[in-house]
C-alpha cells in the first residue's frame, strides 16, 4: 500500500465548476499535511498547508480528518490557471525533511 | 532573491557514466533536500543535507548515489554509472530552517535521461 494514495484523474471540469480530490494516508504519525501543485514539467509549489480545523485561502478549501486518516482540496469556481497536478503531501516529522509525496490528481479546466 | 537554482536542466549520459547535479539554495538557506520523481510517480525524499553535513540520507540508495554540500558552493547529487532506471527528474529543495511548520521551497529540477 502507497504511503499517500491519490485518485490520479484526470478530473476534467467546465470553468466556474467545483472540484474536490481526496487523499488518504498510511502513518498514523504523520504530523504535517500540505497540498502542492505541480504545473507539467514544472517544480511542485506549496498550495497550502492543511490544518485539523480545515483552512480556506479564496477559492481553495482544505480539510483534515486525523481519524479516518483522510485530506481533502476543494477548488470553488475553477479558472483556466487551475490547470495542474494536486500533490497531497505529509511530513511524520513535522519538518520540510522528509516529505511524503502522493503521485497526483491531474486537474484540466476546460474553456 | 533568487529562487533555488538547479543546473543542468537537462542532462542526457550514457549507461555507465556520471551524473553530477547542482543545486544552489535560495539565499539565506543551510538546508538542502533532494528528491527524485520517476515517470508517472510522487517524488520521493533522498537526502537532506546542512553545510558540510548529511543529517538523513534514509532515501538515498546504498550503492552509486552520493550527496555533499560544501561550506561553499552549491549541493551536489553525483550519481555514478549511471542505469536506464536512473532516468529521472531530480528536484532540490531548500530551506532556512529544518524545524516543524518550515516551507521547503524547490527548483526547477534536473531532467535526467540514461540511454
Known amino acids: 500500500r502507497k504511503e499517500v494514495e491519490q485518485d490520479p484523474g484526470p478530473f476534467n471540469v467546465p470553468e466556474g465548476a467545483t472540484v474536490a480530490f481526496n487523499c488518504t494516508y498510511s502513518?498514523?504519525?504523520?504530523?504535517?499535511f500540505f497540498w502542492y501543485r505541480q504545473d507539467c514539467r514544472k517544480e511542485p509549489k506549496l498550495l497550502m498547508s492543511v490544518y485539523s480545523s480545515g483552512n480556506e485561502d479564496g477559492r481553495f478549501t482544505a480539510q483534515l480528518n486525523r481519524a479516518s486518516q483522510y485530506i481533502s482540496l476543494l477548488i470553488r469556481d475553477s479558472k483556466l490557471s487551475d490547470s495542474a497536478t494536486y500533490l497531497c503531501v505529509v511530513s511524520i516529522s513535522g519538518s520540510a525533511r522528509q516529505l511524503t509525496f502522493g503521485s497526483g490528481t491531474q486537474l484540466t479546466v476546460l474553456p | 532573491n533568487a529562487g533555488v537554482m538547479q543546473n543542468p536542466r537537462h542532462l542526457v549520459r550514457r549507461r555507465g557514466q556520471e551524473a553530477r547535479l547542482r543545486c544552489s539554495p535560495m539565499?539565506?538557506?543551510?538546508?538542502v533536500y533532494w528528491y527524485r520523481q520517476l515517470p508517472e510517480e510522487g517524488l520521493k525524499f533522498m537526502v537532506y543535507?546542512?553545510?558540510?553535513?548529511?543529517?538523513?540520507e534514509s532515501g538515498m540508495p546504498k550503492e552509486r548515489f552520493s550527496a555533499e554540500f560544501p561550506k561553499e558552493g552549491p549541493s551536489i547529487l553525483r550519481i555514478q554509472q549511471v542505469v536506464r532506471g536512473d532516468s529521472a527528474a531530480y528536484f532540490c529543495?531548500?530551506?532556512?530552517?529544518?524545524?516543524?511548520?518550515?516551507?521547503?521551497?524547490f527548483g526547477q529540477g534536473t531532467r535526467l535521461t540514461v540511454v
Open positions: 539565499k539565506g538557506h543551510s538546508h
Open positions: 543535507l546542512q553545510k558540510e553535513n548529511i543529517i538523513d
Open positions: 529543495a531548500s530551506s532556512p530552517f529544518g524545524g516543524p511548520d518550515t516551507e521547503a521551497f
Open positions: 502513518n498514523s504519525a504523520s504530523q504535517s
